[in-house]
């Protein structure tokens, strides 16, 4: 006759042993998504966050022209199963250029950000000042890369007379207003549409 209170600690001691076994795989487990949590977030470097479940990792903040690389480089690193991102809003973005100046508007989601895409295609303008009319949203990111907003400033301000509007909204590149001649017209038209595809360029400049 096996009395109640010792089938409670056969039962018992079968059971410790599994909890035990549990809490060492709930503690590993923790210990693993806190590494890769720390690496992930390393592997950022500042350009945006992560939010970690077990294995799995998810960007969030990852600038767009980003997302591609830092997706790479996360499911590279020791322990990590999936990797996905939150993309972001690409509102519309607005470069204006003439003779005086260049002036950007947009959103982003990250000041740094911002404030490196302006920094290198300022370097761009050939002294021409940089108006900044740019500003911060979350879950926002300009619609236009920083290499792109760089060659197409650079193009536009290479010689005087351009008095041109490039806008970026619901997935179109619209260019308006004046060059100074056909040839700079046609180029510059066809600068948009290697960099964006020539279903997208809308070209409603006119040559001076």
């Given at each position: ?15 410790v ?21 720390a ?18 990792v ?7 022209e ?7 480089a ?20 607005t ?53 792109a ?60």
């Amino acid at each position: 006759m096996v009395r109640p209170w010792t089938r409670y600690w056969l039962t018992s001691a079968v059971a410790v042993p599994a909890v035990l076994a549990l809490i060492g795989v709930a503690v590993q487990g923790a210990d693993i998504e806190r590494q890769i949590s720390a690496e992930s977030t390393k592997a950022l470097a500042g350009n945006g966050t992560v939010v970690v479940s077990g294995r799995d990792v998810t960007l969030v903040g990852v600038p767009f022209e980003r997302i591609p690389d830092t997706e790479k480089a996360v499911r590279a690193l020791p322990g990590v199963r999936t990797v996905a991102a939150r993309e972001p809003a690409l509102g519309p973005l607005t470069i204006s250029v003439d003779d005086k100046q260049v002036v950007i508007a947009g959103t982003t989601q990250q000041d740094t950000w911002r404030k490196q895409f302006l920094h290198v295609v300022g370097e761009y303008a050939h002294g021409r000042p940089l108006v900044d009319r740019t500003s911060t949203s979350p879950g926002t990111d300009f619609a236009m890369t920083t290499t792109a907003a760089a060659a197409l400033v650079s193009v536009l301000t290479l010689e005087p007379g351009a008095d041109v509007k490039v806008s970026v909204v619901d997935g179109q590149v619209v260019m308006e207003g004046v060059l100074p001649d056909v040839e700079r017209k046609s180029n510059t038209a066809k600068l948009l549409q290697r960099l964006f595809g020539g279903g997208v360029v809308v070209d409603k400049t006119r040559s001076a």
